[in-house]
């Protein structure tokens, strides 16, 4: 097996720090996911009760528990790095691997983004969600244009694709690379 490049590991050590490990504590458990949903219904404003909190609520904690059963292979309840790696390197060498969870958090990133329900992503819907993140939300606009490879919005099906790059491409101009905000690694 060959090791990760280094460049696709500071690609899955951003989305592990920033999208995942949200309380900083260098894993993730589900208390990531409950400060994460936390998060997303107040992006959204959604209060505690909303049907979209609920929803919110379900969806993660799918996410969650699909995540911890690949990942977490000592059983310890957290996904450290090298377990989060090595699960998106078996990925990355066998796509067709791809995991209930992985599926569900893509279309639920994309449902996040996608706020205007219309089946495609734009550039402030994009900017929005990955800056309530901590991006910089300029970055983000120039992240959503390479990613968009400069066309005003990305539906589903384009979207899988980037996200697939994302994960698995060692090519530093992929248009996937940009998909969670990031113009550089």
Request: proline share 3%; charged share 30%.
């Amino acid at each position: 097996m060959s090791p990760i490049s280094d460049f696709r590991k500071k690609k899955l050590l951003y989305v592990f720090n920033v999208f995942f490990d949200v309380n900083q504590s260098g894993e993730i458990d589900r208390k990531d996911f409950e400060l994460a949903i936390e998060k997303i219904c107040e992006l959204r404003g959604w209060p505690a009760g909303n049907p979209k909190n609920v929803e919110t609520h379900d969806s993660m904690f799918k996410i969650w528990e699909g995540l911890r059963s690949k990942a977490d292979k000592d059983n310890d309840g957290q996904v450290s790095v090298d377990e989060w790696c090595n699960m998106w390197d078996a990925y990355a060498k066998d796509p067709s691997t791809v995991m209930d969870w992985q599926l569900r958090y893509m279309n639920f990133m994309f449902d996040l983004e996608d706020a205007s329900h219309d089946g495609t992503i734009d550039g402030d819907e994009f900017s929005i969600v990955c800056s309530s993140y901590g991006v910089d939300k300029n970055e983000c606009q120039e992240a959503f244009k390479k990613m968009s490879k400069g066309a005003v919005e990305v539906n589903r099906e384009q979207f899988a694709e980037l996200w697939r790059e994302y994960f698995s491409s060692d090519d530093p101009t992929s248009p996937g690379n940009f998909i969670f905000g990031k113009t550089s690694f």
